[in-house]
């Protein structure tokens, strides 16, 4: 990585992050191989300086050469971590000794609690398998409902809704009732 700004020395660049703690390495380990694909479709000339391409146009060819594969949001997120990664890179090349990765820490949800959000619903039971406790269920809605409401359902468990809108609907309470009736195992009495 001496001043060197071509895919090898970016590839490099995310192992040396995060064998130094620079990085969570499971972070380099994601920029790593989006960078290893995305920049992988760059002839020879273009790789020698990664610093220097149209991330926009080399993303739009990697889509008509590659996009079978990927979803639409699968290729956002791989631009963006492209994207991250050679702006990280840009800065360290520029001056090593000032260099702070730019990692944004999110906070950590449980690993009990779906990963719903308003814009994507998913099918609660998807995640949960026999051994998986029910009290940890929660449906999340929009942002001015941030209180978690708990519902006790036996002696041994609450089971918590968080993100119910503070103007809900009789129909929509029928709505999340109809959802939370067609969770019911019919084989429990």
């Known amino acids: 990585m001496d001043g060197q700004k071509s895919r090898e020395a970016l590839l490099d660049f995310l192992q040396y992050v995060a064998q130094k703690g620079l990085m969570?390495?499971?972070?380099?380990?994601a920029r790593k191989a989006a960078v290893g694909k995305?920049?992988?479709?760059?002839?020879?000339?273009e790789s020698r300086d990664v610093t220097s391409i149209?991330?926009?146009?080399?993303m739009q060819r990697f889509g008509h050469l590659q996009g079978k594969g990927y979803t639409?949001?699968?290729l956002v997120t791989y631009k963006s971590r492209v994207r991250s990664a050679l702006d990280d890179f840009a800065s360290y090349v520029k001056n090593p000794l000032a260099f702070k990765p730019n990692v944004q820490s999110r906070e950590r949800k449980s690993s009990a609690s779906p990963k719903t959000t308003a814009n994507s619903p998913k099918n609660i039971s998807e995640d949960l398998t026999p051994d998986t406790p029910r009290q940890s269920i929660s449906a999340v809605a929009g942002p001015m409902a941030s209180?978690?409401?708990?519902i006790p359902?036996?002696?041994d468990l609450t089971i918590y809704i968080q993100g119910l809108p503070f103007d809900?609907?009789?129909s929509e309470a029928k709505?999340?009732?109809s959802v939370v009736q067609a969770m019911a195992n019919p084989s429990v009495t």
């Open 72 to 74: 639409p949001d699968s």
């Open 38 to 45: 995305v920049l992988g479709i760059l002839d020879e000339r």
């Open 153 to 155: 359902i036996r002696a």
């Open 175 to 177: 709505k999340i009732a």
């Open 54 to 58: 149209d991330l926009d146009a080399v």
């Open 147 to 150: 209180s978690i409401l708990p």
């Open 168 to 170: 809900l609907t009789a």
């Open 24 to 29: 969570a390495p499971a972070t380099a380990r």
